[in-house]
């Protein structure tokens, strides 16, 4: 990704965003400025900074390359899957899971990575849900933990 | 006399059991997040604020807990800088310089020791000078109408482009970004539902929690996949562990001059510890670098940046407190804390909540305390931590985001959420854009738009009113002089250079 891509988008959701906010209106208005004053400004002032990077893109920042995309993707897979699940899978299983692509990435083995993730889930579960009174999932194993 | 009476009160509340116990646990995560590579204090606030508000902890408490975290951060940094020549967070670089090879030199523990004590004058010199000057300046923004804040909120945002380094408008643009996602919700003034696609997660706007982890927690983790670096570098703590009498009196000028241009530095918004400690270590190496030990283990190189950065850290309280503008990611977040507490600071908060306010400045004194209790003494176990292994660390630190997330709705869309914005916020960090611009955006925003809506409300649309009292125009000015000047001043030293290698090649 250079900076003529990054202004790029920048200049389309400016975009997006001022279509999508021309409608705003009150239905009683009270003041002269509405709702979709402030928005119109901002995306007015986003497509001006995206097209100057447009027109003059900067050579700082680092490139994107495919090595560093293999490097990142089970880390990155791991993480939204994490999020997706959370609920469903509870919060110890869901953590320990997380852990193996996670752990692995940053050079632990799969059964190094396994076993740490399995004590975090065990040990902040207790710590934030029992202790602390912070409600986690407990999903799958709500036949142990009780809760949800 | 005012002062001192509310200062006393204020130790009141930081000398409670609980304020104790919390700022005493604050100091310790701060130091080790602080001292992780790759964590800095802004992390660490973000990842423990969510909690805090879990936890159901009055706000003074809360604040004060962020606040022991900041600057344990600002402690912690040093130790990684000196014994890893990797610094722990980007106030420590400069540490780096003359610390690590003062390490190698079998210093360690001198080096530790003097620049925990340093670290410590540079947050007391803050302290003195928040005491001083916080509640004059608190006074004078009292004045301050909505045409007033929205020039000021402008201010705040020309100083980070300006000083924020090589790309201004890149600065600008994570801001423009910030203040766009702060629009997405419920307009409170006309009832319209914005950039919302119908979705009711998004009703009441995008948590300020979501967008902190996100951006700090998940897209950092990504970072730290990219830059892996293994701790195997570690110099072991030999030898003596406290620094001399004649190392300190060479010291006490130095940390002194560099805790003030910190604490100074730390005030004006954008600049922060970072550009704090560079100027400290510039400047001592400018008025003492005669032999030329400079960068080659010189005790005094040690001692100013962190005398600096902790000055700064402390320093970036006061805009935050009396202007309830913040001028760094970190206070930016502390105030996105506060307004998890329906609390908005701002000169108003000093006579209306004097007890939160003052609680505050007084625990930074007793956090200062603690951090040097346990930064000179546990260093050992200190250095244990960073021997934790990342597979082990890292789904830790991703794990307890997710619950700080959860813990606010409990809801899956914040959990996703918070990870695309983390990923783009990744993608925005590899080209350059800084964050720290894009989170006072997006803490500011509600502020800036009610407050440009409220001024044109009094004239009825009139735009004349956004320059209409002198201390309007005086901070408009200022932020043309804080966009304009840096960019000119680089030109003038490239052509300088330019001209002196041309004269001499």
Redesign the interface.
């Known amino acids: 990704?250079?900076?003529r891509i990054?202004g790029a988008v920048?200049v389309v959701a400016a975009a997006g965003?001022a279509w999508?906010?021309q409608d705003?209106?009150?239905?009683i208005?009270?003041?002269?400025?509405?709702?979709k004053?402030?928005?119109l400004l901002?995306?007015g002032?986003?497509a001006v900074?995206?097209a100057?990077?447009v027109i003059?893109p900067?050579s700082?920042?680092?490139a994107?390359g495919w090595a560093?995309i293999k490097?990142?993707l089970p880390?990155?897979a791991a993480?939204?899957v994490?999020?997706?699940l959370?609920?469903t899978l509870g919060?110890t299983v869901a953590?320990a899971l997380?852990?193996v692509p996670?752990?692995?990435?940053?050079?632990?083995t799969w059964k190094?990575?396994l076993a740490?993730?399995a004590g975090?889930?065990v040990a902040?579960y207790l710590l934030?849900d029992k202790l602390?009174?912070?409600?986690?999932?407990s999903g799958l194993l709500s036949f142990v933990l009780g809760g949800r | 006399m005012d002062t001192l009476q509310h200062l006393l009160a204020g130790f009141a509340v930081a000398l409670s059991g609980i304020n104790l116990g919390v700022a005493a646990f604050g100091a310790l995560v701060g130091t080790i997040v602080g001292m992780l590579p790759g964590l800095g204090p802004i992390n660490g606030v973000a990842i423990l604020m969510p909690l805090a508000f879990a936890l159901k902890l009055p706000p003074e408490t809360a604040l004060i807990l962020l606040s022991a975290v900041y600057l344990g951060c600002e402690f912690g940094g040093r130790i990684s800088s000196i014994l890893l020549n990797v610094p722990g967070d980007a106030g420590a670089i400069m540490t780096a310089l003359d610390g690590h090879p003062m390490a190698r030199k079998g210093l360690a523990g001198v080096a530790l020791s003097i620049s925990a004590w340093a670290s410590f004058v540079g947050t007391v010199v803050a302290f003195v000078g928040i005491v001083l000057f916080a509640p004059l300046l608190a006074r004078w923004a009292l004045a301050f109408g909505p045409a007033e804040y929205f020039a000021l909120m402008c201010f705040a945002f020309a100083c980070i482009a300006g000083l924020m380094g090589d790309a201004p408008m890149k600065a600008v643009l994570a801001a423009l970004i910030g203040l766009s996602l702060s629009t997405v919700g419920l307009d409170s003034n006309s009832g319209v539902y914005r950039f919302t696609g119908g979705d009711v997660h998004l009703s009441d706007g995008i948590q300020f929690i979501v967008v902190v982890i996100g951006v700090f927690s998940v897209s950092e983790i990504l970072l730290m996949l990219e830059n892996q670096h293994s701790t195997s570098g570690l110099i072991r703590v030999t030898g003596r562990t406290l620094f001399n009498l004649k190392e300190m009196a060479l010291t006490t000028w130095g940390t002194l001059r560099s805790a003030v241009l910190g604490f100074v530095v730390g005030v004006l918004p954008g600049a922060g510890a970072t550009i704090a400690s560079a100027m400290a270590y510039t400047m001592e190496k400018r008025l003492n670098d005669s032999e030329g030990t400079f960068g080659k283990g010189d005790i005094r190189g040690v001692s100013a940046p962190e005398a600096a950065n902790n000055a700064s850290a402390a320093g970036s309280f006061v805009p935050m407190l009396t202007l309830g503008v913040p001028g760094s990611g970190t206070t930016a977040v502390m105030v996105g804390a506060l307004s998890l507490y329906n609390i908005t600071p701002g000169p108003a908060l000093f006579t209306q909540q004097p007890d939160l306010v003052w609680g505050l400045i007084a625990s930074m004194l007793v956090a200062a305390v603690m951090l040097l209790i346990i930064n000179i003494p546990l260093v050992g176990l200190f250095v244990k931590i960073l021997q934790v292994p990342n597979w082990m660390l890292v789904p830790g630190i991703l794990a307890v985001s997710a619950v700080g997330v959860y813990a606010v709705h409990a809801t899956t869309f914040d959990l996703v959420l918070m990870t695309v914005l983390g990923l783009l916020a990744y993608l925005l960090r590899k080209r350059g854009v800084p964050m720290a611009p894009l989170i006072l955006g997006f803490v500011l925003g509600d502020m800036m738009e009610q407050n440009l809506r409220r001024a044109l409300s009094i004239t009825d649309g009139e735009l004349g009113i956004l320059v209409g009292s002198p201390i309007a125009i005086g901070l408009w000015a200022g932020a043309v002089i804080m966009v304009a000047v840096p960019p000119i001043v680089r030109v003038v030293t490239r052509r300088r250079a330019a001209s002196l290698a041309a004269a001499k090649g």
């Not at chain 1, 208005?29 to 709702?35: D, K, N, Q, W």
């Open positions: 990704m250079s900076d990054l920048c965003m999508a906010a705003y209106a009150a239905a208005s009270y003041e002269p400025v509405g709702p004053a402030f928005p901002l995306a002032l986003l900074a995206g100057w990077l003059r900067s700082h920042g680092d994107l560093q490097v990142l880390g990155a993480m939204v994490y999020a997706l959370f609920e919060f953590t997380m852990a996670v752990g692995m990435a940053f050079g632990g190094q990575s740490g993730g975090l889930g902040l934030f602390l009174d912070v409600v986690l999932p």
